[in-house]
DNA sequence: GTTATTGCAAACAATTTGCACCCAC
DNA sequence: GTGGGTGCAAATTGTTTGCAATAAC
């Protein structure tokens, strides 16, 4: 857990994710840096094991069960759409602010949170009903 | 989509949620239910798939990936360990009134919100650095 | 009687593991 | 030279699909 050092694989998965403008799948990740580096698609998912455990990466899950990850930075959030299953980024965080107020009162030390809200979006709740 | 009459199946599922003071897999699921009834696993994936559609069922997943599903009512959150994977419920939902006020703000049809903190319990902090 | 739902088993896809090889120090 | 990091391919797991049988109305 304490690491000082990020192996090759790390680095390249961090740099990566961090010029990503929105959250990818380890399977794009893994061609993206194929691009630049020989890397198997194992040493991707460990990479990203380690970074997830140290705070560095975090993800989420589409409805379709795909894991996408980012850098934790990045905090973005999404409003999806169950019926069509799009998502809709949120330009700010609605916790920032609680986020630190929590740290006070837990002992738990955070690092970052994932929240996404589930419904329908203009379009499908106008048909759908 | 627009569905009055839920299935043996999906009331099954739902029932069975409610009942549960935490989320549970798929898996775990379908044994309780084939306690009372005839059922198959596909058939539990395919009423969940449909019940979350609805908006009234929703899940999480942990950090090894497995979904855990649990009735939207019951609006859970958690702090999970990123070092030894516990999961800690919180006893409130820090979004309770923001939800409503997004409701205004935004055309999104907001059914529900999933909210996880992510980083280290007490005792893993206090070893592991 | 007709249509949608279901159970089963086979198929699928993402992820993980075992192991020999290679690189960094 | 040694130990951890890595690539590859095989194994594993949760989930989805096809289809005949069944239940609902």
Redesign the interface.
């Given at each position: 857990?304490?690491q000082v050092h990020c192996t090759r694989a790390q680095t390249a998965v961090l740099q990566v994710l961090q010029q990503q403008h929105e959250p990818i799948s380890a399977q794009e990740l893994h061609k993206l840096i194929k691009q630049h580096q020989r890397i198997g698609l194992a040493t991707v998912y460990r990479a990203l094991d380690v970074l997830?455990?140290?705070?560095k990466v975090?993800h989420r899950?589409t409805?379709t069960?795909e894991?996408l990850y980012n850098a934790v930075e990045q905090d973005r959030h999404y409003?999806t759409?169950?019926?069509c299953g799009q998502s809709?980024p949120m330009n700010t965080c609605?916790?920032k602010g609680?986020?630190l107020s929590?740290q006070h009162t837990?002992?738990?030390?955070?690092?970052?949170?994932?929240?996404?809200?589930?419904?329908?979006?203009?379009p499908c709740?106008a048909q759908?009903?």
């Open positions: 857990m304490t997830k455990r140290m705070g975090q899950v409805l069960g894991k409003m759409c169950l019926d809709f609605p916790l609680l986020e929590l837990s002992s738990f030390t955070i690092y970052y949170h994932t929240l996404e809200f589930f419904g329908l979006c203009e709740s759908g009903g």
